[in-house]
């Protein structure tokens, strides 16, 4: 039994993708010469590379078992896939723009005898459709945020992260249709067939998200000094204490912690007693 995993072959969220798979154990062989698919260390496992657009139907159709795409483009393709787990990154949002010098400001000012371009127009019809407009839909696949202003339309649809492109192109966020992220999704059949092996995929990632910012925190402390310790020191499941052999006694302590939360527990522990203090970084927590 085996599984077929699309990921995106290139863009903004190609890399990231990659890189969580080989976090989670599943490094490709051949990464350096890329082909349309990709053994890994896992001999019942292969990568896919395709458009991140078409990976919803990939997954949909069963060419692929599982998929990293954006929900975007999910609810775009409209693919019936089980989504399995938020990966945590690529966030962005489908927005509604006018031109700043325009007289729309909100989505009421709106006319059915004006035009909206977009990338995005299953989801744009189904906005204007929840709004109760009926304008005329024209299809693009790039440069939305220039449409308004070589006379293509009046307003867009667009994704933007930040506004930023947005706004140096003068244009003006009305609404936002949708919010977006990466996610890991599963084509429904393969799920029940193949349950196994794709929940230790979902797994392993989910255990690389978890360990995400997290430090193991390891110390030595004297028996006498370990309220004190215990007083100071946070821990994701409680604190790990076990006996060290030395002449004073004096136990190991370890627990797991949030990265921003180490610059000043360090100082606190060493005020409260511990020593040979290491902060290491997490690989999984499962």
Same mark, same amino acid.
């Given at each position: 039994?085996?599984? *077929?995993?699309?990921?995106?072959?290139?863009?903004?969220?190609?890399?990231? #993708?990659?890189?969580?798979?080989?976090?989670?154990?599943?490094?490709?062989?051949?990464?350096?010469?890329?082909?349309?698919?990709?053994?890994?260390?896992?001999?019942?496992?292969? +990568?896919?590379?395709?458009?991140?657009?078409?990976?919803?139907?990939? +997954? %949909?159709?069963?060419?692929?078992?599982?998929?990293?795409?954006? $929900?975007?483009?999910?609810?775009?393709?409209? #693919?019936?896939? $089980?989504?399995?787990?938020?990966?945590?990154?690529?966030?962005?949002?489908?927005?509604?723009?006018?031109?700043?010098?325009?007289?729309?400001?909100?989505?009421?000012?709106?006319? %059915?005898? @004006?035009?909206?371009?977009?990338?995005?127009?299953?989801?744009?019809?189904?906005?204007? !459709?929840?709004?109760?407009?009926?304008? *005329?839909?024209?299809?693009?696949?790039?440069?939305?945020?220039?449409?308004?202003?070589?006379?293509?339309?009046?307003?867009?649809?667009?994704?933007?992260?930040?506004?930023?492109?947005?706004? @140096?192109?003068?244009?003006?966020?009305?609404?936002?249709?949708?919010?977006?992220?990466? *996610?890991?999704?599963?084509?429904?059949?393969?799920?029940?067939?193949?349950?196994?092996?794709?929940?230790?995929?979902?797994?392993?990632?989910?255990?690389?998200?978890?360990? !995400?910012?997290?430090?193991?925190?390891?110390?030595? +402390? *004297?028996?006498?000094?370990? !309220?004190?310790?215990?007083? +100071? @020191?946070?821990?994701?499941?409680?604190?790990?204490?076990?006996?060290?052999?030395?002449?004073?006694?004096? $136990?190991?302590?370890?627990?797991?912690?949030?990265?921003?939360? $180490?610059?000043?527990?360090?100082?606190?522990?060493?005020?409260?007693?511990?020593? !040979?203090?290491?902060?290491?970084?997490?690989?999984?927590?499962?």
């Amino acid at each position: 039994m085996k599984i *077929k995993i699309a990921v995106p072959s290139k863009g903004r969220i190609s890399e990231p #993708s990659i890189n969580i798979l080989e976090k989670a154990g599943l490094g490709l062989i051949d990464k350096n010469n890329r082909k349309l698919i990709s053994k890994t260390f896992n001999e019942n496992i292969e +990568v896919m590379f395709a458009r991140a657009s078409d990976i919803p139907e990939f +997954v %949909n159709d069963g060419v692929a078992d599982m998929g990293i795409t954006g $929900v975007d483009l999910i609810e775009e393709s409209e #693919s019936d896939v $089980v989504e399995l787990l938020d990966l945590r990154f690529g966030q962005t949002k489908l927005v509604l723009a006018a031109p700043e010098e325009s007289d729309i400001n909100s989505v009421d000012e709106i006319r %059915n005898d @004006m035009k909206i371009a977009t990338e995005f127009p299953v989801l744009t019809k189904k906005y204007l !459709d929840e709004k109760g407009l009926d304008l *005329k839909i024209v299809k693009l696949s790039g440069s939305t945020e220039a449409a308004p202003f070589i006379g293509i339309a009046d307003l867009i649809t667009d994704l933007t992260s930040t506004g930023t492109t947005l706004k @140096m192109n003068h244009l003006e966020i009305i609404d936002v249709l949708l919010e977006s992220s990466i *996610k890991l999704i599963a084509n429904e059949d393969s799920l029940k067939s193949k349950k196994e092996l794709i929940e230790a995929v979902s797994t392993s990632i989910k255990g690389v998200l978890d360990a !995400d910012r997290k430090k193991l925190v390891t110390m030595n +402390v *004297k028996t006498a000094d370990l !309220d004190k310790v215990k007083e +100071v @020191m946070p821990s994701m499941g409680g604190l790990t204490i076990s006996e060290v052999l030395s002449d004073e006694k004096t $136990v190991a302590v370890q627990a797991v912690i949030d990265e921003k939360q $180490v610059f000043e527990l360090v100082n606190d522990l060493r005020n409260a007693g511990a020593k !040979d203090i290491l902060v290491m970084p997490i690989e999984r927590i499962i």
